[in-house]
């Protein structure tokens, strides 16, 4: 998938569940992104990573936790806090600032 | 921070026409510009890009121009066809810190027959 591997493609949340979602990249990128995309919607940032072990907050933080404790993996944890997770979300890297992003294929997560 | 704003949020034209979406930037040392298409449930796409030292590029049938004066920068897909399709998103960043791409709202492409 281009490099960057995002799983599940599906994923159902209970209410008041965590949930976590992978994001493996083989690109040797430094930086990766965390997206929100809602119907009809724009890109909203979640968080990022310029380096392991170090991220910062995006737009839309609350509710969603990181770690980046690999070069190649930047999972999102959408923690219970965050109270409308119904989403696509999309994980991106890049080799450097002035780079284009790379996509993961998403994951949609529903609440059921 | 930067903010993007993309105009029309959606469009229809008839096969064979010309498309235009615009964007304007609102940090003016940006200088890094590239445009995204997302085809339905898939992820977005890089189909071009450009740098503030540039005025024009082209790929095909598709072209970008930058207005770095008036902070506005726009994608012209001339002679589409229904496989253009798709929302299309631009973007701005200041390449070289630890800035974010921010991105438009996205323009929801319809080529008709």
């Known amino acids: 998938d281009g490099g960057i591997t995002q799983s599940p493609k599906y994923l159902f949340r209970k209410e008041g569940q965590n949930v976590t979602l992978s994001c493996e990249q083989n690109l040797n990128h430094d930086a990766m992104y965390w997206y929100r995309q809602d119907p009809g919607q724009g890109l909203r940032l979640i968080y990022y990573s310029q380096i392991v072990n170090d991220f910062q907050k995006g737009d839309i933080a609350e509710g969603y936790s990181v770690s980046r404790e690999k070069k190649e993996s930047f999972p999102l944890t959408v923690t219970s806090a965050q109270k409308n997770p119904t989403a696509f979300y999309l994980c991106a890297s890049t080799a450097g600032w002035g780079y284009g992003y790379t996509f993961g294929s998403g994951t949609r997560l529903t609440v059921v | 921070g930067e903010n993007v704003e993309q105009h029309p949020s959606t469009l229809s034209v008839q096969e064979g026409d010309s498309a235009v979406i615009k964007c304007t930037y609102s940090?003016?040392?940006?200088?890094?510009f590239p445009w995204y298409k997302q085809e339905l449930g898939k992820r977005p796409q890089l189909i071009i890009d450009?740098?503030?030292?540039?005025g024009e590029k082209k790929d095909q049938r598709i072209a970008v121009t930058l207005n770095k004066t008036a902070k506005h920068f726009s994608l012209h897909i001339t002679e589409t066809q229904p496989e253009d399709s798709a929302v299309y998103f631009c973007?701005?960043?200041?390449?070289?810190?630890?800035?974010?791409?921010?991105f438009g709202t996205g323009t929801r492409l319809q080529v008709t027959l």
């Open positions: 973007a701005a960043i200041y390449t070289g810190t630890a800035s974010k791409l921010t």
């Open positions: 450009i740098r503030s030292n540039v």
């Open positions: 940090d003016s040392a940006s200088n890094y």
